[in-house]
């Protein structure tokens, strides 16, 4: 038994509702880049595996310079993912890597051979 | 003191998407919720889905086609030449993040099996060289490929596939160094072989619900407009008709659990508070996150669990268990929603990247076998707004198929005036499952 005609439109309807108003929800915002010229400075030191302060958000916006600054009791290396650079960390020495935030998105900064979570780039 | 571009990076993916605005996590569960009443009260009041005879015949030359063993062994070579493609790299390409096996493993593969299925049905069943490699080599020691050593039982059902793909989310979620290729071939070699030995113990069968990407592409695929009946006949029909004959078995519950709490942990895994819990327990994160994964697939689980027993218990005559055995399909679809939009951006980005480097899967450096190396990726279809808007448009849609499945399933399974009642529960459960996937994408 298949639906009737009516039925049909009836879902056919509720289907299109549905996209509209997700999609009615999408007016107004925007993403435009805006241009903040102080760079976003970060700054972490990681003892024991652990970064500090404690690992979370840090805002960019798009466009804007990001320097991160990682000290690690032990040799390692820097890196951030989806934008591909990083940095080797001597142990005990303040190093740093400074790029322009041009991808929007979320990004994961990470040592690379403990793999300790720092901070997650959050772009937009 | 210097920013140096990395030549190894770990892991597939480097960006992600970034959380959903919170108005439209909150539009996406009003609509859920509004959804769910108008499906539950305003439409049908007889089953409509189910028909044996649903659906319109494909024409007959086509069918003929696309029955014959010619087409079939076709597509079964064209999956070897896919395999064949996918092991040079995978067996004889340097650990280096431009070798592509990784990409192609974990998003043209795993993620496009998801799109693939949508569009053409369980695509995965006819080009598996598993499968074809098994054929070949029953027929090479002349061997009968559907009689294995012994009889599959039928309670094994659905089990092997949800074991295999609790293995696989484990590895492309939990597994330490999952994106590098030795990882990679270690998991592969050992899930090819016990495939293999599956279908030698209990004959070609096994791969029907034994395989775990098999499975999945007919899970998903059920959801494309053409399809086979279970009478053989290749149709055109409503998605509906597809999903609903999903015939219950067991361990079907657990392949749908399995699948929906892994992507849920994906994102959960994603947000701030479960990464720095992670770091503070001071174990290892391996150990962290599998218990954290199989948490969540409990809690899906459970909350599947309460929902069969409160509407059995509101349905005089009817066991929970047949409630649960006869829902899951309703849960397919909000899975399949919530995995498109977990994932769409990663196949958009990662998919392009990934084709750029199948022309060289030696990684070195300068070969252009397929003429894509030069392909630089397109971020075009991937903007901030059109992503939030996809994803919370994807996950609205599952929930909208789910519940219309919910509600037809409904009153076949409850009787007379229980079938509204009894439907509460399951519309509940949809819900939840719904505004949880929506909060992760907020939070995550």
Known sequence: MMPSVGRRRALAVLTGVVLLAVAGTGCGSTDEPVDASAPVEVAITITEGRAEPQPGRVDAKKGQSVRITVTSDVPDRVHVHGYDVGAELPAGQPATVEFVADMDGLFEVETHESSVLLFQLLVR | ?444
């Open chain 2, 1 to 444: 003191m210097r920013t140096v571009p990395e030549l190894l990076a770990h892991g597939v993916g480097g960006r992600q998407d970034l959380p959903i605005p919170f108005a439209y996590a909150v539009t996406g569960a009003a609509l859920a919720l509004v959804i769910s009443f108008v499906v539950l009260g305003a439409f049908w009041r007889e089953p409509r889905l189910g028909d044996a005879e649903a659906g319109r015949p494909v024409p007959a030359r086509v069918a003929r086609l696309l029955d014959s063993a010619g087409w079939q062994w076709a597509l079964r070579c064209l999956g070897l030449v896919f395999a064949g493609y996918f092991a040079i790299g995978l067996f004889f390409g340097p650990d280096v993040d431009r070798n592509p096996t990784a990409g192609l493993f974990y998003v043209l593969f795993w993620v496009g099996l998801v799109p693939a299925s949508l569009l053409f049905g369980p695509v995965w069943r006819a080009l598996n060289p598993l499968r074809t490699a098994y054929l070949l080599g029953a027929a090479l020691i002349r061997r009968d490929p559907r009689r294995g050593l012994r009889a599959l039982p039928a309670r094994l059902g659905y089990w092997p596939a949800a074991f295999g793909l609790l293995a696989f989310v484990w590895l492309e979620l939990v597994a330490p160094e999952r994106a590098t290729v030795p990882v990679i071939r270690t998991w592969l070699v050992a899930y090819a072989l016990l495939m293999l030995v599956g279908a030698a113990v209990f004959g070609v069968g096994f791969f029907d619900r034994g395989d775990a990407f098999e499975v999945y592409s007919d899970l998903v695929g059920r959801l494309a407009v053409v399809g086979r009946r279970d009478d053989g006949v290749l149709v055109w029909r409503n998605p509906l008709e597809g999903m609903s004959g999903l015939a219950p078995a067991p361990g079907l519950t657990a392949v749908v659990v399995v699948l929906l709490g892994s992507t849920l942990f994906d994102s959960l895994s994603n947000a701030p508070a479960w990464f720095r819990f992670v770091q503070n327990t001071q174990l290892p994160a391996v150990f962290t996150n599998t218990v954290g994964m199989l948490v969540l697939i409990g809690l899906v689980l459970a909350a599947y669990g309460l929902t069969c027993l409160l509407a059995a218990k509101l349905a005089p005559g009817v066991r929970p268990v047949d409630v649960a055995a006869e829902i899951a399909h309703c849960i397919v679809p909000i899975a399949v929603g919530y995995v498109l939009a977990h994932y769409y951006s990663l196949l958009v980005l990662e998919g392009q990247r990934t084709i750029a480097l199948l022309s060289d899967p030696l990684a070195t450096g300068d070969a252009n076998w397929l003429g894509t190396a030069d392909w630089s990726v397109s971020a075009a279809l991937v903007t901030p707004t059109g992503v939030a808007m996809l994803q919370v448009t994807l996950i609205v849609l599952g929930h909208l198929l789910g519940t219309v499945l919910s509600h037809d399933r409904a009153l076949v399974l409850f009787p007379g005036r229980s079938a509204v009642t009894a439907q509460v529960p399951l519309l509940v459960l949809m819900v939840g499952y719904t505004v949880a996937g929506l909060l992760l994408l907020f939070a995550g």
